[in-house]
């Protein structure tokens, strides 16, 4: 049995994109894939099927396990894709698509937020007297840079404006330190990732209790 190579991958690639159904039923007895896929050419396709098919002759996908076809395809210099998100064929041809929207909300929410920066920027009695009042610890999830990362994370925390119009350009804001709290990187992103803001109050309920409970909040 020889073992698969770039080209026997490739021609393994184009069998399955010419139908994907007979494809999967042939080498995984029908079973798609759970969580790992190969990514080429901006298209998905099964990983361990794609791996059974690259053998000569052939394989199954019983004959071997996920990891080994993750290493063998990844050492054949393949993009290997882990997402247990996505759950069917259907799907996995709109990863793309998928990419795309969670790359355009990355953009937006890196936007409001640079945004509220630029006013911080202006205002550096604000930030000071916010990190006076409220220390550097996330005051919706606990978390402290510090205590996570050490040095590099000792007096690290991002300063937040409660006013959500701050998201706009060019207003200037009320100093009032009242207005102004602390956020961990993750919660600062999720209070932004609706438009207008959540409130405190909004974010701390988003939390699930799984979470407060691992992480001893609340
Ligand atoms: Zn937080
Ligand atoms: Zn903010």
Redesign the pocket.
Known sequence: MREPNRNSVIRAINECAGDVESFINRYASGRNPKAHYLRHEGKLYPLKAIWAAAHNPSIHTRNFKTDVAIRGLSNLGFEVISDDKINNIQEMHNYDDKLDELLSANFIEGERILREVMLFKRNRELVRRAINKHGTT?V??G?NFGDAYGDLGVDYIEVHHISPLCESDGIDFNNNVDDVTV??A??HRMIHHKRPALTLEELRNALTSSYRRRRRVL
Do not use: A, G, I, K
């Open positions: 996330c919706v999830c978390f956020l961990c993750n919660c």
